[in-house]
């Protein structure tokens, strides 16, 4: 199973990767904070503005309503100017567009004289504005107006004679302030849009790396280097360097479960291959002696009852050789032991007197004082102390001393069975325990000390050698001590 890697430039950096997502997000957020702060400002910049023309203009109109005057008192001051200065200190007077407008009107809406002054357009254009004088001055709130195009906020007032007054003032620069502050605030949002989105594509591209990290490493593993691990990283994250710690764990065990797998694979193939070549020995004598039995080639009685016994002998090998695979086969499937206490020391003993009474010339030496218990199978130990013992046996000439060694230290109990025989080298030392192996081509199935390791391991132990050419062989099994003396 296998991914294809991507370059750095093809991998995806468009909107729908997760560096595009954020980016837009923040910029969104961002944006709509910027348009709710323009609404707010605006619309307070708006009200404050129109509360000062107001208040200005609800004054003028008081002032001119508790006056008394009427409109034949006003035409009859010597100077128009008098009355503007009195009443709008800064009328515009005729110019085109006049900040303050003063018109005078009657009930109908005409527009009156002043001291024989002709109405400006701009009072003209007042008083068209104002359909109906009598309900402007009734209500006390200015309202909007537009004389030629221009905003203005208009109110009126009622003189002792029934003249109405109306009075106006621009509100162009509000429009046109509140525009400007428009244009500043969308060239200023727009630049730090521009700059958030710049600074969240950097910072997310630094937050990410170690995500990039993990796809490559994810690619090169799938490409078969299963050493490779997610690099640390400066700019990171608690919870993406938890990730990668966790992946970097997980990896480690992946690779460990394969190197297992292929290791185990590899001694499956090998102990098929030995275990047909150890069957195949046999299986040729005994099929070679029965070709010269049909084909009436053993006519001798002696050589007839040679070639039968070699026939047993080779079946009893086969035999022996099924069982101890068998042995280790179950030994491979992990089965339950019958755990109880067992005197080892007893145990000793007898693999002592058996060793003493197949081979009467070895000197064997026991150290065993007492009884020592502990938690284990007896018969999977039997197993242990007849191979170690017939390991010497088979392997070294009969008058090597043997020992055999039982003591309880630190909560474990050691196990040793020693010769002085020739001993082995140190590569094939370091294979005495695998399947078929025997060293120098010796006599035996090869899987003495094999099962010798897995029965211990099944006892939650421990066994190893020492050993050397011409220093004979060392066993030391060491068990739990679970039992009590």
């Known amino acids: 199973m296998t991914f294809l890697r991507l370059p750095p430039l093809l991998r995806p ?14 910029v969104g957020l961002l944006a709509l904070g910027i348009v709710a702060a323009t609404a707010i400002s605006l619309m307070g910049m708006r009200h404050y503005v129109l509360g000062q023309i107001d208040t200005e203009l609800t004054k003028s ?9 009427t409109m034949q008192e006003i035409d009859s001051l010597s ?14 007077g005729d110019s085109p567009n006049p900040d303050n407008v003063f ?50 906020r208009v109110t009126g007032a009622r003189l002792a004679d029934g003249t109405y007054v ?9 429009h046109t302030g509140v525009a400007k502050a428009l244009k500043l605030d969308l060239a200023v949002g727009t630049l730090l849009l521009a700059l958030l989105a710049v600074l969240t594509m950097i910072s997310v591209g630094r937050r990410m790396r170690p995500l990039e990290d993990m796809v490559e490493t994810s690619s090169a593993i799938a490409e078969g280097d299963l050493t490779r691990r997610v690099p640390s990283s400066k ?11 966790s992946l970097n764990s997980m990896l480690h065990q ?55 016994e070699r026939m047993m002998a080779e079946a009893d090998r086969m035999g022996r050789l099924v069982d101890e695979l068998l042995t280790l086969a179950r030994l491979d499937q992990r089965p339950e032991l019958r755990f109880r206490n067992v005197d080892v020391s007893r145990l000793v003993r007898d693999a002592a007197e058996d060793l003493r009474a197949q081979q009467p010339g070895r000197p064997v030496a026991v150290r065993a004082d007492g009884a020592l218990l502990v938690r284990a199978d007896e018969s999977g130990l039997r197993q242990v102390l007849g191979n170690l013992v017939a390991n010497v046996r088979v392997h070294t000439p ?11 230290e630190d909560g474990v109990v050691r196990l040793c069975v020693a010769d002085e025989g020739p001993g082995l080298k140190e590569e094939d030392a370091a294979r005495v325990f695998d399947r078929f192996f025997r060293a120098g081509g010796g006599a035996g199935s090869g899987l003495g000390m094999a099962i010798v390791q897995a029965v211990v391991a099944a006892h939650g132990g421990q066994v190893t050698v020492r050993t050397a050419p011409g220093e004979g062989l060392t066993v030391t099994v060491t068990l739990p001590a679970r039992g009590h003396c």
């Open 79 to 92: 100077a128009l100017t008098v009355v503007r200065d009195r009443l709008l200190p800064h009328s515009g």
């Open 235 to 245: 700019e990171t994250t608690l919870e993406v360097e938890q990730l990668r710690t």
């Open 254 to 308: 992946v690779e460990s479960a394969y190197r297992t797998r292929e290791r185990s694979a590899a001694q499956l193939r090998r102990f098929v291959a030995d275990a047909s070549h150890e069957l195949r020995t046999p299986l040729s004598a005994i099929r070679g002696y029965l070709q010269l039995y049909d084909k009436g080639m053993l006519t001798d009685p002696d050589e007839r009852k040679r070639s039968w």
């Open 13 to 26: 950096r468009g909107i729908h990767s997760l560096r595009g997502k954020l980016t837009l997000a923040n």
């Open 61 to 69: 109109r008081d002032s001119l309503a508790r006056s008394g005057l």
């Open 166 to 174: 109306l009075l106006a003032r621009s509100t162009g620069v509000l």
């Open 103 to 152: 018109a005078a009107v009657d009930r109908h809406g005409t527009v009156l004289t002043i001291a024989g002054l002709k109405p400006t357009a701009a009072q003209q254009a007042l008083a068209a504005a104002v359909d109906d004088p009598a309900a402007l001055v009734k209500d006390e709130e200015p309202h909007d107006v537009s004389l030629r195009g221009d905003p203005y």
């Open 398 to 408: 009969a008058d090597v001393p043997v020992r055999l060694g039982l003591e309880r």
